[in-house]
T-cell receptor, first 114, second 115 residues
Framework: AQKITQTQPGMFVQEKEAVTLDCTYDTSDPSYGLFWYKQPSSGEMIFLIYQGSYDQQNATEGRYSLNFQKARKSANLVISASQLGDSAMYFCAMSRSGYSTLTFGKGTMLLVSP | ETGVTQTPRHLVMGMTNKKSLKCEQHLGHNAMYWYKQSAKKPLELMFVYSLEERVENNSVPSRFSPECPNSSHLFLHLHTLQPEDSALYLC??????????????FGQGTRLTVV
């Protein structure tokens, strides 16, 4: 079975600063994928970034980067230069190889202040 | 057209009603999913359809009945629901190449309230 743990119910950051959202995972699958999604108040889950378990380099997508530490089973999301529009719930998720069915964490609410 | 569209956005129904949630994807994907998001709980996978066949059913009560008539449409038929079924129901789709993991794209969800 797969499990995702997000230990930060809420995070606060000032505009233009960087913030790290924590995610640890547990799985017995040798091959898996790790995802981060953003959910604004409108409800839609917006895909941000993906890291494959065999990828050698950390994934980056614009202001988002994933700090993947396989031995520690962590996949933290780093948002650089925070913007007011980044205020939302952020979910870490994982899937097993061959399927896109996702196991989600409980999420972290990020609030960006001016 | 947005990638994944869900209707209605909001639904209030009584416990004896029958209603359906609709999901349509315009991305040419071959897999579709229903997730349930309850307050203070992680998203839970309910059903998975790949190439219009149900491939996963996570012990969901029979009062929820999915239907996938083609690769672009997915329905969730609801009947005799309970108040604890009130939640945000999210539809997602993905393209499933063999042996690879790809991201799923989600709709905006249907906020269901059972009274």
């Amino acid at each position: 079975a797969q499990k995702i743990t997000q230990t930060q119910p809420g995070m606060f950051v000032q505009e233009k600063e960087a913030v790290t959202l924590d995610c640890t995972y547990d799985t017995s699958d040798p091959s898996y994928g790790l995802f981060w999604y953003k959910q604004p108040s409108s409800g839609e889950m917006i895909f941000l970034i993906y890291q494959g378990s065999y990828d050698q380099q950390n994934a980056t997508e614009g202001r988002y980067s994933l700090n993947f530490q396989k031995a520690r089973k962590s996949a933290n999301l780093v948002i650089s230069a925070s913007q007011l529009g980044d205020s939302a719930m952020y979910f870490c998720a994982m899937s097993r190889s061959g399927y896109s069915t996702l196991t989600f964490g409980k999420g972290t609410m990020l609030l960006v202040s001016p | 057209e947005t990638g994944v569209t869900q209707t209605p956005r909001h639904l209030v129904m009584g416990m004896t009603n029958k209603k359906s949630l609709k999901c349509e994807q315009h991305l040419g994907h071959n897999a579709m999913y229903w997730y349930k998001q309850s307050a203070k709980k992680p998203l839970e996978l309910m059903f998975v359809y790949s190439l219009e066949e149900r491939v996963e059913n996570n012990s969901v009560p029979s009062r929820f009945s999915p239907e996938c008539p083609n690769s672009s449409h997915l329905f969730l038929h609801l009947h005799t629901l309970q108040p604890e079924d009130s939640a945000l129901y999210l539809c997602a789709s993905s393209q499933e190449p063999r042996g690879r993991v790809t991201e799923a794209f989600f709709g905006q969800g249907t906020r269901l309230t059972v009274v």
